[in-house]
């Protein structure tokens, strides 16, 4: 493990607060986003998705942006398996505006294969093929609780990143995965999940080639809300897409059936 220490932005000479295993930097100050290892400017498209909320009337240069309280206590009141006093009864702790950084993985993939379809007698060889585009995304952080893969990441509002569009009491994270590392990591995931909807078409596969084509790759810092409330005693916990309103995932308690 390499700690880094005493770095400074290429540009404006403010101090990087980094931490270990980080990869790629961006500059709080000027948004300068440089490859920590050699001090250069990180060249690839870097896009960001603008937050279109706000808490306890912190905004945004004066915007009177919805507050992300009233999403949290709509997603609270809809829904049967939710308590019907919830969002009565319920206390909003943590409200936290973090900018996770994503990423995405733009592809054209083609599965080919070949298996047995066993269901009817006498079994059958079939072949089959699956060709798909996805923008594939990679959470940019190791060790993280966030639910990539129930994220709907909203791209059609994506824009270059402009660090004067973070708020000041947002967190934004580094990457601690490279560009190659994310893309690998994209097509062992895509692999994965070809082999299993194959799995669903043959009962035994005796070939399979997964061809990815024209990868390109594009580095997102994305808001996200993390938000913790109390209900009866206990925490749950309440993950927000910051840029649509849209709840990721959201803990609940437990819902008492049978007392009609
Ligand atoms: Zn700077």
């Not at 000479?13 to 050699?38: D, F, K, N």
């Not at 079939?126 to 060709?131: H, L």
């Not at 035994?204 to 080639?209: C, G, N, P, R, S």
């Amino acid at each position: 493990m390499t700690i880094v220490q005493g770095i400074s932005c290429s540009t404006c000479g403010a101090p990087m607060h980094l931490s270990p295993g980080e990869i790629i930097s961006t500059c709080r100050y000027c948004g300068y986003t440089q490859v920590v290892q050699t001090g250069k400017a990180f060249t690839f498209e870097h896009s960001m998705l603008l937050n279109g909320f706000t808490t306890e009337g912190k905004g945004r240069d004066g915007a009177s942006l919805p507050g992300i309280e009233k999403t949290v206590a709509q997603w609270m009141s809809t829904g049967f398996t939710k308590p019907s006093d919830l969002a009565r009864s319920s206390n909003l702790r943590e409200r936290k505006l973090v900018y996770l950084p994503f990423w995405v993985i733009d592809v054209n993939v083609e599965t080919s294969y070949k298996g047995v379809f066993e269901r009817l007698q006498p079994p059958v060889v079939k072949n089959g093929q699956i060709k798909k585009h996805y923008d594939w995304l990679i959470l940019a952080r190791r060790a993280s609780e966030f639910p990539v893969r129930e994220y709907d990441v909203p791209l059609e509002g994506k824009i270059p990143f402009d660090f004067r569009k973070i708020e000041d009491y947002a967190e934004v994270l580094n990457s601690e995965l490279e560009r190659d590392d994310a893309m690998e990591k994209a097509e062992e995931e895509i692999t994965a999940l070809h082999e299993f909807h194959a799995k669903q078409d043959v009962d035994k596969i005796l070939e399979i080639k997964t061809a990815f084509h024209h990868s390109e790759a594009v580095y997102l810092h994305s808001p996200i809300w993390f938000i913790t409330y109390e209900y009866k005693g206990k925490t749950y916990k309440v993950t927000v897409d910051g840029a649509k309103g849209t709840v990721i995932t959201g803990d609940l308690p437990p819902v008492k059936l049978g007392l009609l």
